[in-house]
Every structure is written in C-alpha cells, then in structure tokens.
C-alpha cells in the first residue's frame, strides 16, 4: 500500500476515474480511496465496478457507460459530477491498445472513437466543470507511445500523441485563466494489466507501483508524469533520437 505520509488530503475530497473496471484505473480507485477521497468510478463492465465499489473503504458512485457513444457517455459524465456534489479530480484512463500489424480497419477504427473522440468528449465535460467550479485538476493517461510513430500499432500511438497534445492545449488555456486548475499527461512504458500481457516486454511495473508514482504526481501537480519515473530516459532518447532509428522501432 502506499505511503500514508503522502496523505495531504483534507475530508470528503472526491476524485472520478473513467475506465476503473480494470487495470491501472481499478488500482487508482483503491490508492485515491485509501487517501481518504470518495471515488466515482466508470467503465462498461457494470459488475466488475459493483465488485470494486464493494472493495473500497470510502463512499463510492459508479456510472456504467461507454465513452466512445458520446451521445450517451457526456450526459452521463455530467449526472455523475452533479451526483458526487463536487469533484476535485477527473482521471482518464479509459482506453483500448493492441498491435494491428495488418492494419484491420475495424480496430482502428475502435481505438480512435475510444481514445480520440471518447477520450475528447470525457476531457472536455471535465474541463468546463473546472471552469466553471473556478478550479479541479484533469489528469489522462496517454503513453509513451504517443511519442513514436509505432509501425505496428499506428491508431494506438497517434491516439496517445493527440491525448498529449490535447492536454497541452487545456493547461495553456487553464494558465490564461489564473485560476488553480491543473492538467497532467501521464504517460507509461509498461503497466501489467491485461493491456500489456507477455513476458517479453521490459520495465514493466506493477500496477500497484505505477499508480502509487501517479498518485504522487497528482498531488505534486505535476505537469507531465512518466511512469515509471526511469521512463523518461527513454521518452528523451525517444526525443534525440534519428529518426532512421525511430523508424526500426
Ligand atoms: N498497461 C500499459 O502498459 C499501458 C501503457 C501505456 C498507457 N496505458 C494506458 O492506460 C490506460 C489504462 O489501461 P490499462 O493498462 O489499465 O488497461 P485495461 O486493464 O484494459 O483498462 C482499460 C480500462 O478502460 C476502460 N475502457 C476501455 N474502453 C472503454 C470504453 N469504450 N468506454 C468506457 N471505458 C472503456 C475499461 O473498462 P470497460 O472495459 O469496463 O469499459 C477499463 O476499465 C489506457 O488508456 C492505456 O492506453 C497502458
């Protein structure tokens, strides 16, 4: 567990995290609620959040949706924040990512309405609730991914690379404001969870380790977070690096 010293939390903070049935945004529910926060958690597998909710020491709200049917996933967004009261976090981790070597339209096609417009309409209800709330901090999981153009998972690495610079766009356009509303860009090498199976990948970090580190970050107000933090020697080589190079990757 983590570090309770890093418990700089005051009562009754509330946090939402979409796509928290699994993986790296399930272990961010626990870490957020053993921090004191009440967690509002999303995904499509309604039972598996039932499951979590059970498993959480705080008070917990779930909303089952799918963030890729905008028309249905905006309003429901914006009933759970109306739900919780007030919201001091929104997290998103909801995303999909496999290797489509041959290019199968049908993936790509599901990566981009999950990771670019599911992802754009999740940041842009947060985002305005921030706004208008005067202030609150969005956080996305992007990847280093996003960093390079990867041959085998085209959709997959542009979808990160937009999640980043869409990001970037909303902190400057938080800075304008002069209000205390932060964005932060985390970006992972690899999280064993079932979107990074197989032994044959490295630095690979439990799911308990990365969302401890980004925890951390979120409360330090970081602006970019690599997790784990070694990754961003490999994120700055990726930056130097030839592109005759890049390109074999
Ligand atoms: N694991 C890694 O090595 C790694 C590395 C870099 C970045 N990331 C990023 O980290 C994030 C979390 O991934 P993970 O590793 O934790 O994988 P995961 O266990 O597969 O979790 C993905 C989460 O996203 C949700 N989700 C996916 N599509 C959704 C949709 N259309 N609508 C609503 N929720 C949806 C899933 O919930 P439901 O299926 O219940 O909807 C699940 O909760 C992703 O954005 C991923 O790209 C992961």
Same mark, same amino acid.
């Given at each position: 567990?983590?570090?309770?010293n ?10 939402? &995290? ?13 870490? #957020?609620?053993?921090?004191? #926060? ?5 995904g ?20 089952? #949706? ?8 905006? $309003? /429901? ?9 007030? !919201? ?14 041959? =290019?199968?339209?049908?993936?790509e ?8 417009? %599911? ?6 209800? @947060?985002?305005?609730? #921030?706004?208008?709330? %005067?202030? %609150?901090?969005? /956080?996305?999981?992007?990847?280093i *991914?996003? =960093? ?5 998972? $085209? ?7 937009? &999640? ?10 938080a800075?304008?404001?002069?209000? $205390? ?9 690899? !999280?064993?969870?079932?979107? *990074? ?5 490295? +630095?690979?970090? @439990? $799911? ?16 970019? *977070?690599?997790?784990?933090?070694? +990754?961003?020697?490999?994120? +700055?080589?990726i930056?130097?690096?030839?592109? +005759?190079? =890049?390109?074999? &990757?």
């Open positions: 567990m983590p570090d309770k890093l418990n700089t939390t005051s009562e009754k903070r509330k946090v939402i &995290i979409i796509g928290a049935s699994s993986g790296i945004g399930r272990e961010l529910a626990k870490v #957020f609620s053993y921090h004191g #926060f009440e967690v509002g958690i999303t499509r597998r309604e039972q598996l959040l039932k499951e979590i909710s059970a498993e959480l020491k705080t008070k917990t709200y779930i909303s089952s #949706f799918d963030v890729a049917n905008t028309q249905t996933a905006i $309003p /429901a967004l914006e009933s759970l924040i109306k739900q919780m009261g007030r !919201v001091d976090f929104i997290i998103i981790s909801a995303g999909v990512g496999s290797i489509n070597e041959p =290019l199968e339209w049908q993936y096609k599901e990566t981009d309405e999950t990771n670019v417009l %599911g992802f754009t309409a999740m940041a842009n209800v @947060s985002f305005k609730y #921030f706004l208008q709330n %005067g202030s %609150g901090h969005l /956080a996305a999981i992007s990847s *991914a996003g =960093l390079i153009g990867n041959s085998l998972a $085209p959709a997959y690495s542009s979808s990160k690379a937009y &999640i980043s610079i869409y990001l970037k766009s909303l902190r400057n356009k800075l304008k404001t002069k209000k $205390p509303i932060y964005v932060t860009d985390i970006l992972p090498g690899f !999280v064993r969870t079932a979107m *990074a199976p197989g032994d044959n990948l490295f +630095w690979v970090a @439990s $799911p308990e380790k990365a969302t401890l580190q980004i925890y951390e970050a979120l409360i330090k107000k970081k602006r970019v *977070a690599y997790i784990t933090r070694r +990754w961003a020697l490999i994120a +700055w080589l930056k130097i690096m030839p592109s +005759w190079i =890049l390109s074999k &990757i």
